[in-house]
C-alpha cells in the first residue's frame, strides 16, 4: 500500500468515497466542526484489484501513517477512498488505527448504488455507518435524514424517496439574516440550531424536513422577525424562501398537520397559498405577521387599513384556540372568530351581535382566554355599552360581568380588551381533613403574602389561619411619599393604592382621598398579629414638612392601633424634625429593631435634634445607628453601645476619638464607627494620639478589591475615600468611554467598554479583555460603583453626557447602526442614581454636566448632590439626534422647573440646552452667568438680575432667550431705549453691557469687573 497523501485537487470528486472522523464524542454532526481539518485520500493504486484484501505489511503501514496523524489533539480527519467496494477488511484498519485517539461515532460512506448499502451496513465494533445523507444506527429506529450534508451531487435518493421515511419533526422555526437562514428545530425532543447559506437550507433542510414530515407538528415558524438585523434588509430573500416552502409542500401527497404556524405575508394571495396545503382541522394556534423591511414591536396605533386580509377560512378550524394578526386590517365578518377564545386583531367594522355572541364563547371556554379586538368603525355601539350596562360618554371603562368576564374598553385607541379567567370544577376535600400540625409545619415556611394567598383558598384555610394566627414574615415594606401620590413597594412590585394580584396597588378610583385609601390598605395588612417585618423603610420624594408630618401622624394612630408593638429588624426614616421620628419610632418593637438609619428629607434643615431619641428603649437597645446627612449635637457616649455607627457631628474633639478607640479595645461586639465633621479644635494633636494615617493610591486600592472577597469585604468597609478630582462618561449605544484624573495625575486616564457581539471589551491603552456583558452593567461593576460609592472629597467635575460627533455641515453623525442611544444612556443613568443612594453622604461637586430626559430625572440626581457646593450646572436634553446649534430650536414642549436652584447661593454658571425653563427668572438670578431659554421673562426680573451684575465683584457674560416677554416696552424704557424692533446695544452707568436681539428674542449681558 502506497502512503496516505493529501492532495486538495481530489476534494468534491465523485469517484471517491467520503469517511469523516469527529473527535468530540459528543459531536453527532462532524459539518458543525469547526477546527482544523485534515483530508487525507487513501489511496490503493498499486493494487491490480482494488476489491483484493490488504496483507498484513500494508495494514501495518497505513495503521503507523494514520496513528501520526491523529496524534494531533483538535483535527477533523476526512478520508478519501475509491469508489470501489470498501471491505470490511480496509474499514477495520481505519477502527484499529483511530481508536485509541478518538472515539469514531459516524463513517460516512456515500455509495453509488443502492445496492451496495447491504454490502456496506457491515459494521465493524464501535461504528456507526450513514450512508446517502442518512445517519445509520441500529439503536435508532428512524433515520434522521438531515444529520449530513450531501458530499456529492451524484449520490441518488432513490432509495428514501422510495421509502419516505417520517421527517418526525417536532418543531421549525425558520428567521431570516441577510443571505443567510438560521434554523431552530427540535427532533425527538433535541433541539439544535444551524445557520445556512439560502441554498443549502431549501435543498439539505427544507426538503428533507416537510418532504416527507407525517407526524403532527408542534411548531412550524417562517417569519421575519429579528429587530436587531433590521439593517440587512433581507426581505428579497424571505420571499425567495416564502416560495420555496411553497413549492416544498405542494409536493407532499398529504396536508401538513401542524397545531402551532406562525407566518410573515405581503398579504391574502400568500397566506392562502400557504393555508391551502395546512390541515386546518389540527391548527390550534394561528399568528400572521405582515412582511416588513423593519419590524416594529408593537403596530399599536398604525393605520392598516390599506393592508386588508379576508379570512373567512377560519370559520372551519373548530380547534382553533388563538388567532393575532399583526400589521393588518380584517375586512371578514367579526362572528367568522367569534369561536376563536384568544384574540388580538384589527377589525374593519364589529358589531353589538357579533361581540356578545364572542362574550358567550368565552365564558364557555375551559381554559384561560385573553383577547384586544381593536376596530376602525362600530356602528351601533352605544346598542352594545346600554346592553352591558356601561354609559357611553367616551371615557374608558371597565366592566366585570357575573361570570366574572372582564372588559376594558380604550375608546381613544379604539380597543376593546376580553380577559376571562376559566374556574375549575372543585375536587375532593383534602384540606379540612389534613391534621393540624400538618397544616402548622406548612405555615411555618411561607412569608406573609403567601399565608394570605393561602388564606383566600377556601373558607377552612380562612378560618384556620385567623384562629392559629400563624408568624407571618414581609421581607421588605418600602413607602414613598410624593407630594400628590404614594408608592407602597415590597418585594417584587411597586403600587399606589388598589390591590391586585401581584401584590401591587393602582389607584384610580375618583372622589376618594388616596392618603386614606392607603392606609386602609396598610391597616389591613400590618393588623396581623404576628407579623415580622425585615426592612422598613419611609421615604419623602418630593413631599414637603406639612405633607410629612401629616403622613407621620397618620402612621402614628395605625401603628398604635395595633395589640402590640410592631416587630421590625431594620428601620430607615427619612424626615424634616425629630417628632417625625418619635411619630413611630417608639410602636416597632424594643429588642427586635437592630438597625435604625435616619436620613434629611429634600429641602430640610442641616440639624437634627436626638435629645428625645437617645431615651427610647428602641435606641438603648438597638445594634446599628446611622445618621449621616443631618449633623447631630449630642455626646459620644450615647453610641458606644452600638457595633455599627455612622454619624455628622458639626463639632468633634480628641477626647470622642480616643473614648471610641478604647471601645473596640474593649468591646467584642464593635465592628464599624464612622464620624464626620465640620470642625475638629484639636486636629492637629491627631496624628500624636494615634499614629500616622495611612495613604493607599486608589489604582493600588482599586486592584485589590478585585483580588478576592476578603480585600473587597474589608475595603467596603473601611470606605477609604475614592479622593478622585474628574470623572467624565461618554456614552454612545455601544460604548462608554471613561476620563478619570486624581490629584497626583499629570493627565487623565482613559478607558472604554464597547460591546462586541455578545460580548464586552474592556480596554485601557493597548490592554484589553472580553467579558460576557454589556457595556452599562461593566462599565458600572467595574469602575462606576467603587468609584463613586466612597468619594468624601471634593470632585471637582463630573459630567454624564451623550458623545456628540458632527461632520462639516454641523450635522449630527447617526450612533451605531441598528442600536438606540437612549435606552443605554438611561440604563446608566439609573445604575448612577443607585450608587449615589447607597452612600453614606451627600455627593461634593463643584462642576456637574448632565444629559437627561426631564425633571424627574433632575431631582432623582440632585437629591443626592450637595448644592451648596455646585460652583457649575450644565442639563443638555438627551435625544437620539442633536444640532450643532440648538438656539434656533422651539423647546417650548420640553418645559424644565429648576425652583430647587433658588437656595444654591454658590451656583456661578447655569447652562441649560434644549429645554425650555418654566421657573420664573428672578429664582436664578443670583447666577451671575447664565445660557438659558426662558419661557417668560419680566421687567422686574431683568433689574433684579442686572443689579446682581453689577454687585459682582468677578467677570460675568450671560445670554438670555426668551419665549414671551410682556413687559419689555417697560423694561426698555426704564434702560433708556426705544422700543423699535432693531437690534440694540446699551452700556449702563456702571459699564454693564447689554445687547438685545429682538428678532432672536435674546438679551445678552456682559459685566466686566472693574
Known sequence: MEKIWRNKSHEGCPDFYNLSVCRDPKQNRCSCYDGPK???????????????????????????????????????????????????????????????????????????????????????????????????????????????????????????????????????????????????????????????????CIDYFLWSALKHQKSLLDELSVIKKLYFYDELKDVRTFEKMFDRLINVLESRDRLLQVKSLMISVHGQDQLMQLLNHIDLKVLKRLEVYRLLEIEKLSDNGDDNSEFVLDLDILKECENLEKLDVKSFSISSSFRMFTHIPNLEVNMQTIYCEDLLLFKQTMLN????????????????????????????????????????????????????????????????????????????????????????????????????????????????????????????????????????????????????????????????ILRHPMLTVNDFSVTLSCAGSNTASKFYSDLEALLKSRVQPLSVQKLTLQVFFEEDVMSVLPYFEAGKLEAITIHRALLSGLNLSLDRIIETDQFKKAKEIEIPQFMVDVQMHHFCHFEKVRLHFLTIRLSDILMIKQKFFDSKTAQFFQVDFEKFPEISRLVEALGPPHMMPRRNCLKLRKVCHAFRDYIDCVKPDSNLKAINLEVRADMITVLLSTPSSTKDDEFLYKEHELLCLMQRGPRYAMFENNC????????????????????????????????????????????????????????????????????????????LTGKDQLMRLLRHVDLKALKRLQLIRLSETETYMDYRQDNSEYPLDLDILKDCKNLEELDVRRFSISSPLRMLAHIPNLKVNMQTISCEDLLLFKQNLENLNTFALSIIQFVQFPDKSRFMETIGLADDGSDSLHVFPSKLYLAYKPGLKRLKFNWKYT
Open 38 to 200: 485534515i483530508v487525507l485520500f487513501l489511496l490503493v493504486c498499486t493494487l491490480p484489484d482494488v476489491s483484493t484484501p490488504l496483507n498484513q505489511h500494508d495494514e501495518a503501514a497505513a495503521s503507523v501513517d494514520l496513528v501520526h496523524v491523529m496524534k494531533s489533539p483538535e483535527i477533523q480527519l476526512e478520508i478519501k477512498a475509491p469508489r470501489s467496494n470498501m471491505t470490511h477488511f480496509q474499514l477495520k484498519i481505519l477502527k484499529s488505527s483511530f481508536h485509541q485517539y478518538v472515539s469514531v461515532q459516524h463513517l460516512l460512506l456515500l455509495p453509488s448504488l443502492t445496492t451496495e448499502i447491504s454490502q456496506m451496513a457491515v459494521e465493524p465494533e464501535g461504528f456507526s455507518i450513514g450512508y446517502a445523507g442518512c445517519s445509520y444506527d441500529r439503536n435508532i429506529e428512524k433515520p434522521r435524514l438531515r444529520d449530513y450534508p450531501k458530499a456529492s451531487k451524484s449520490v441518488p435518493f432513490d432509495y428514501i424517496d422510495c421509502v419516505k421515511p417520517d421527517s418526525n419533526s417536532k418543531s421549525i422555526d425558520l428567521r431570516v439574516i441577510g443571505d443567510f437562514i438560521i434554523i431552530f428545530t427540535t427532533i425527538s425532543s433535541t433541539p439544535s440550531s444551524t445557520n445556512y447559506s439560502f441554498d443549502s
Open 365 to 524: 371556554s375551559d381554559i384561560n382566554a385573553h383577547s384586544e379586538i381593536r376596530f376602525e368603525q362600530f356602528p351601533d355601539k352605544s346598542r352594545f355599552m346600554e346592553n352591558i350596562g356601561l354609559v357611553d360618554d367616551g371615557s374608558e371603562s371597565f366592566h366585570v360581568f357575573p361570570s366574572k368576564l372582564f372588559l376594558t374598553y380604550w375608546p381613544a385607541s379604539k380597543c376593546m380588551k376580553f380577559n376571562w379567567k376559566h374556574i375549575a370544577v372543585k375536587g375532593p376535600d383534602y384540606l379540612s381533613k389534613m391534621p393540624s400540625t400538618v397544616m402548622l409545619e406548612i405555615l411555618k415556611h411561607c412569608d406573609y403574602w403567601k399565608i394570605h394567598a393561602l388564606r383566600n383558598t377556601c373558607h377552612y384555610l380562612r378560618d384556620f389561619i385567623d384562629d392559629v394566627q400563624p408568624d407571618a414574615t414581609i421581607d421588605s415594606m418600602k413607602i414613598s411619599v410624593d407630594k400628590d401620590s404614594i408608592y407602597l413597594n415590597f418585594e417584587t412590585g411597586s403600587f399606589v393604592v388598589k390591590y391586585q394580584k401581584s401584590q401591587s396597588i393602582i389607584w384610580k378610583k375618583k372622589r376618594q382621598d388616596y392618603g386614606e385609601k392607603f392606609f386602609q390598605d396598610l391597616n389591613y
Open 776 to 851: 452599562v452593567d461593566l462599565c458600572v461593576d467595574d469602575f462606576l460603583w467603587p468609584a463613586l460609592k466612597h468619594q468624601k472629597s471634593l470632585l471637582d467635575e463630573l459630567y454624564v453626557t451623550r458623545q456628540l460627533e458632527f461632520d462639516e455641515n454641523n450635522q449630527s453623525i447617526p450612533q451605531t447602526p441598528g442600536k438606540l442611544l437612549v435606552p443605554t444612556f438611561e440604563k446608566l443613568f439609573d445604575s448612577l442614581i443607585n450608587v449615589l443612594e447607597s452612600r453614606d453622604r451627600l455627593l461634593k461637586v463643584e462642576n456637574l454636566m448632565i444629559s
